[in-house]
């Protein structure tokens, strides 16, 4: 029995009061399908031009499989297929919605998937994620791309060069989205470890600019995590229902090995993770460092202009006794008692070496000299 779909008078569902788009009235609906196909016993029997099209050649060849490819769909279009395939109402929605987390939810006989795959760009050094949505039914496939990546023509080709793994359904045709976007991740990874790899040069270069590019990256292995943690939840699931729903035990040594390469790649990942973190420790070590030898340098050089200020004023000082005797008889005024006496001259010449030296003596012991 065919579930409801919400119609366009019906009350927005909750997904959409939460997303920060704002409201716009539904357009006509735009098409989208990249490739509309059914498929008996392994192989292409029919391409319909449209979607109703599709479904009636579904229905009218005993043991066949339709696989129907949309992307960037209107809401209109969404609601339409929506309708032809019995979908359920909180899948529709989280598919018109998008921004969902990676999930798997089934709805009676159809399995529904939030996939986010990921592809490297090496020209921004930036890794972009995009979204997924697959309806997996008894006898159809329906892949909701929001974005670029994955490139699921290349899957198709792989699966029709291949009767035999087409033949087994379905599960066959969710096993290899899933093989490929898993796949995807492999270039993310290592352009994620070369992006590291050269952090490090940065931090240990003294780069001012590499505390604010391991942010960066932090948020995409962040981003990362989020994209590849909960599908290790998901293949487990998978696996452990498979014998219940008649999976073919060969799709399901498949499908352990999915669950392998992606265990693989969250552990690299969380791997990626603890590494940035421990790099942006020993960066702001190798900046504290920094300022510590700054600041002692910057002590070394007052210190060494104190020692300079002392000697200059010190040899002010002996300079400045001889100065203030000879500025006092140098003053001729006539009522002087010294200026008649014989030995004034040598005794303020005296006097003068005397006061000098007992300053320099003094200056010397305090090591001001």
């Given at each position: ?73 209107a809401e209109a279009e969404i609601l ?142 962040i981003e990362f995590q989020r994209a ?81 200020v002392k000697k200059i004023s010190s ?55």
């Open positions: 029995m065919r579930t409801p779909v919400r119609g366009a008078d019906h009350e927005a569902a909750p997904e959409h009061s939460m997303d920060p788009r704002p409201h716009e009235p539904d357009a006509p609906a735009q098409p989208s399908v990249i490739d509309n196909a059914v498929y008996v016993d392994g192989q292409r029997v029919d391409t319909p031009p449209s979607l109703a099209e599709a479904v009636m050649a579904l229905r009218s060849r005993a043991g066949s499989m339709a696989w129907i490819g949309l992307y960037r769909p339409k297929v929506a309708a032809e395939f019995g979908l359920h109402d909180l899948a529709v929605e989280d598919a018109i919605v998008a921004h969902q987390r990676p999930k798997a939810d089934r709805y009676g006989d159809t399995l529904f998937l939030v996939l986010r795959a990921a592809r490297y760009i090496d020209a921004l050094e930036k890794v972009e994620f995009g979204e997924l949505h697959v309806f997996v039914g008894p006898d159809f496939v329906l892949t909701v791309r929001h974005s670029e990546a994955p490139d699921l023509s290349k899957v198709r080709r792989r699966m029709e060069t291949d009767p035999g793994l087409l033949r087994q359904g379905p599960q066959a045709v969710l096993y290899a989205i899933l093989d490929a976007v898993v796949d995807g991740y492999a270039p993310v990874v290592a352009g994620l470890q070369k992006d590291i790899d050269e952090i490090e040069v940065q931090v240990f270069g003294g780069d001012p600019a590499a505390p604010r590019r391991i942010y960066a990256l932090s948020r995409e292995v590849t943690r909960p599908l290790l939840d998901m293949l487990t699931g998978l696996i452990a229902g498979s014998p219940k729903y008649g999976v073919d035990e060969e799709l399901q040594r498949y499908l352990r090995d999915v669950a392998d390469h992606a265990i693989t790649v969250v552990e690299r990942v969380d791997n990626f993770r603890q590494m940035l973190q421990d790099i942006l420790v020993v960066n702001a070590t190798l900046v504290s460092q920094a300022q510590n030898e700054e600041m002692k340098n910057v002590t070394q050089a007052s210190y060494a202009q104190s020692e300079e040899w002010a000082a002996i300079l400045f006794a001889p100065t203030l005797v000879g500025t006092i008889y140098g003053m001729n005024f006539t009522h002087m008692p010294e200026l008649g006496w014989v030995l004034g001259y040598p005794f303020a010449v005296a006097l003068m070496a005397a006061v000098c030296g007992t300053l320099y003596l003094i200056f010397k012991r305090r090591d001001w000299l």
